[in-house]
């Protein structure tokens, strides 16, 4: 009798604590998603739009997103961060570079002509990131880094086939490392957030601009610009930039041990070639706009691209210097970004 009484308690016991335990199994969670890429931009609906959607898939629904794109829920580009880190937001995902040497040590990789292509190139940084500037990230919790595909030089008035054709002309970077390039080129660089390219061609207050192929068609460059350059590959990418995309740490924490498997699985290095790759995969079509409206696009060959490298190398020399008085040991971090992203090319390629 006695034995039974007990069983019943505990039976009871395990009833009552049931619905506490499915409900820790089966918790859910919606996260703010910001960014400032337009809703109709590649990076939007083939990188950030297909992420959410696996996450989601991965964690039979139970972790949902509310997106906001196009700074929809206020604030400035260059404000994403602090958004994240604060807790305004719960994901994130922006140019470190919108926040002028704040981020040093990734600047590494966007030193000119040091990309071979995007996937392999990501792949790099976040091992770079992890091994050497996880302390630029500590405050919050990194989901992933890349880069985009080859910068190529967009101009409204006139053709640049060599650096002397940059002189005088006002023309937009997106970091610090690629406007001081530009400057060492002959231009006049203006540093600016993406999304203030389009009002700025258009109202002439910059001649020109250097952007990826891929997110042309999103800020209508290819309508207002009609002279492109690019660089043969064989030659060298003239730069490319470096994203981040970040979780809220507190709430990343928060979530049960479950879901953040779903996080992590959708996380790290694979996910990073997968948003490098896949901003990359974009400038075929991103091209085909400006080819499309009878645009003038010059290749430079690998032997003109030796004058560009000439004169951008000053940015690299100044780079080292600048971690050098900051502590670190600047020829090194730049020896180890090359050989990382030498390996990862090597394996990946473009």
């Not at 985009?148 to 002309?169: E, F, Y």
């Not at 610009?225 to 730069?239: M, R, S, V």
Request: aromatic share 8%.
């Amino acid at each position: 009798m006695i034995q039974r009484r007990k069983l019943i308690q505990t039976g009871a016991a395990i009833a009552l604590g049931a619905p506490a335990l499915v409900g820790f199994a089966q918790q859910s969670v919606t996260l703010k998603f910001h960014t400032f890429m337009s809703p109709q931009s590649n990076v939007w609906i083939n990188m950030h739009k297909a992420w959410m959607d696996k996450v989601t898939a991965d964690s039979d629904g139970r972790i949902k997103f509310e997106a906001y794109p196009a700074m929809q829920l206020g604030g400035s580009p260059p404000q994403l961060y602090d958004q994240v880190k604060d807790g305004v937001v719960d994901v994130m995902w922006t140019l470190p570079g919108y926040t002028p040497g704040r981020f040093p040590l990734v600047e590494a990789f966007e030193l000119p002509f040091m990309m071979n292509n995007a996937d392999a190139t990501s792949r790099a940084l976040w091992e770079y990131v992890q091994t050497e500037a996880s302390e630029e990230f500590r405050d919050v919790h990194l989901l992933a880094m890349q880069v985009h595909g080859p910068g190529v030089i967009h101009m409204r008035d006139k053709q640049v086939k060599t650096a002397a054709d940059l002189v005088g002309s006002k023309v937009r970077g997106p970091t610090r490392q690629i406007t001081k390039m530009l400057g060492y080129l002959g231009a006049t660089p203006i540093g600016m957030p993406l999304p203030a390219i389009t009002d700025s061609l258009s109202k002439g207050v910059i001649d020109g601009c250097v952007i990826p192929w891929e997110v042309v068609p999103a800020v209508k460059v290819q309508e207002l610009t009609k002279f492109h350059t690019e660089f043969d590959p064989a030659g060298g990418a003239l730069y490319t930039s470096v994203f981040v995309m970040a979780m809220n740490k507190a709430k990343y924490a928060s979530l049960p041990p479950d879901l953040k498997a779903v996080m992590d699985k959708n996380s790290g290095i694979e996910t990073s070639a997968f948003l490098g790759r896949t901003q990359q995969g974009g400038d075929t079509a991103g091209r085909a706009t400006a080819t499309k409206l009878g645009n003038s696009i010059y290749t430079v060959t690998p032997a003109e691209a030796q004058e560009f490298k000439r004169k951008a190398r000053l940015v690299e020399v100044e780079w080292v210097q600048d971690m050098d008085k900051r502590g670190f040991k600047g020829q090194q971090l730049l020896d180890t970004a090359r050989k990382l992203i030498a390996k990862h090319g090597k394996l990946v390629k473009g």
